[in-house]
Nanobody, 119 residues
């Protein structure tokens, strides 16, 4: 079993920054990822990181603005979000699993944290 607990969401103005954290406990997996889901839309991939090597991948819309990182000692993954836009507004979920850019590749999910970007 694995538990994922997100924190760090909130309300920010466009152009601002937020840092999300995901604390993991229990077993480990190859990849930890961040997904987001806006109202009326499907859950979409944002970024992922390989737990052992640290290789990162990003969806095109966040490249250059978001940075995913990990602290192995703390079993925590971070998502630093800069230059936020209103279209980044969504519930952000941390997930652990085998990897890839689709929700089906992940087995454990956090409860989600709301990010709201005002214009």
């Amino acid at each position: 079993q694995m538990q994922l607990v997100e924190s760090g969401g909130g309300l920010v103005q466009a152009g601002g920054s937020l840092r999300l954290s995901c604390a993991a406990s229990g077993r480990t997996f190859n990849t930890l990822g961040w997904f987001r889901q806006a109202p009326g839309k499907e859950r979409e991939f944002v970024a992922r990181i390989g737990w052992s090597i640290g290789t990162t991948y990003y969806t095109a819309s966040v490249k250059g603005r978001f940075t995913i990182s990990r602290d192995n000692a703390k079993n925590t993954v971070y998502l630093q979000m800069n230059s936020l836009k209103p279209e980044d507004t969504a519930v952000y979920y941390c997930a652990a699993g085998g990897g890839g850019n689709y929700p089906q590749g992940y087995y454990y999910w956090g409860q989600g944290t709301q990010v709201t970007v005002s214009s």
